[in-house]
Each structure stands twice: as structure tokens, then as C-alpha cells.
């Protein structure tokens, strides 16, 4: 796995600090801790972490209280998301296509990426049809090429929670779409990335492949 120098990390304003933002490493009691909420309720605590993004945040013994929740990544550090469709078996089963043996690859922009809690803006041209799904974001932590599976997670740094939005009329209405689903262009609009709040990273998480995945809407 690619090294960190923190378990978590979040993007944050503090209570009472200038207003400027900075990483810290949430005070949690256990794995389990909602850390949206402490931040919602006004008693999320961390440890400020030195240094200018993720990959050289340091965890100092400074504590703040979070006055804002952000997002743990910045639209301008992302150059590009990478995204696998139908990756899900059962939601495969549930649209009745066979499984795919090569994965379906799309990409979303960084300006794409939005902020924990964030305003989504819908575009003019894909008001009817705005849809969600929740993800697994795996935070890359190295460059990498032409990588052997069995090498494959040496190169991870961390995971987050995602939310892949997206205009299904756009994805899938032969007027818009074409004869064949159209993903980059339905997918890409501004925000329609949502990331966090929280990076966690690998030497935490421990086994990717056995986690729990809920998403929750309108508290439903």
C-alpha cells in the first residue's frame, strides 16, 4: 500500500480560527463514529495536520474544534476520476444484462469533484432525470502503469465515501444518448462528484473487498 502519515484525514474550517482551511485527523472513539454528524452538531475535534495535501499532512498534537466539514480533496488536485460501471453483481442483476468480463471504464473532470455537503447545481439541459449511487472512492497514491492485479493495492493510499451523479436521459434515451449508453457526458457536469468527508487510509481499513456500503437518502 502507499504510505500516509495519518489513519483519517478531513478538510476543515476551524471554530476559532481566520477562516482558512486545513487538515486534520478527527478525534473518534472507535470506526463506527459518524463524523458528518460530530461536524453537524458542533463537536467534531481533530488534530491539525501540517503540510500543503494529503499526501504530506503530518498529524500535529494541536487541536481544534470543526466549524465547517469540507470535502478531503480540492477540485485543482484532481486531475481526473476514474470510475468502473456495473460494478456492482447484484445491480448487474437487476438491470438483466449478463456480466461483463473487462470492466466499463468512464472518467469524471475535477471540477466534477464537490465538497461534503455541498449544493449540487442540476444543468439547464438535465433537469428531469438527476440520479445517484453510492460508491467506493479509492484515493491513488502513486504514480502507476501497466500494474499487475497482484500489485494492484500497493498503489492505494486511502478510500472515501463517493456519490456517482448522474442524467440518466442523458445515459440512456437513444435521442440524447444514441444507440448505446452514453456515460462521460451524463456523468461529468460540475459537482456531480461528491466526495468524503472523510479519507481513510488503507493501513486502517485493513480489507476493501468485505465493506459494508450504505446510501442514504431523505433518511431513506
Known amino acids: 500500500m502507499s504510505n500516509v502519515a495519518w489513519t483519517r484525514l478531513v478538510r476543515f474550517v476551524a471554530a476559532d ?5 486545513q487538515y486534520g485527523e478527527p478525534i473518534v472513539e472507535g470506526p463506527s463514529t459518524d463524523i458528518a454528524k460530530l461536524a453537524r452538531d458542533g463537536k467534531l475535534e481533530v488534530h491539525v495536520c501540517s503540510g500543503e495535501d494529503v499526501f504530506s499532512a503530518k498529524t500535529t498534537s494541536e487541536k481544534r474544534l470543526v466549524k ?5 480533496l480540492r477540485p485543482e488536485e484532481v486531475p481526473i476520476v476514474r470510475c468502473i460501471g456495473l460494478n456492482y453483481k447484484s445491480h448487474i442483476l437487476e438491470t438483466g ?6 470492466p466499463t471504464v468512464f472518467t469524471k473532470p475535477g471540477p466534477s469533484v464537490a465538497d461534503h455537503e455541498e449544493d449540487i447545481p442540476i444543468p439547464k439541459l438535465a433537469q428531469e432525470q438527476c440520479d445517484y449511487e453510492g460508491e467506493l472512492t479509492i484515493l491513488i497514491g502513486k504514480d502507476a502503469k501497466n500494474v499487475s492485479e ?5 498503489y492505494v493510499a486511502a478510500y472515501t465515501a463517493g456519490n456517482d451523479i448522474s442524467a440518466r436521459d442523458w ?13 462521460t457526458f451524463s456523468k461529468s457536469f460540475d459537482k456531480y ?4 468527508p472523510c ?9 476493501a473487498d468485505n465493506l459494508p456500503l450504505k446510501t442514504v437518502v431523505n433518511g431513506e
Not at 68 to 72: F, R
Open 171 to 183: 445515459q440512456r434515451e437513444p435521442g440524447k444518448a444514441g444507440p448505446v449508453p452514453q456515460w
Open 97 to 102: 444484462r449478463p456480466l461483463p468480463t473487462c
Open 68 to 72: 465547517k466539514l469540507l470535502g478531503p
Open 150 to 154: 497482484a500489485d494492484a493495492l500497493e
Open 199 to 207: 479519507l481513510v487510509a488503507c493501513h486502517l481499513l485493513g480489507d
Open 17 to 21: 480560527g481566520d477562516g482558512s482551511v
Open 193 to 196: 462528484a461528491p466526495l468524503g
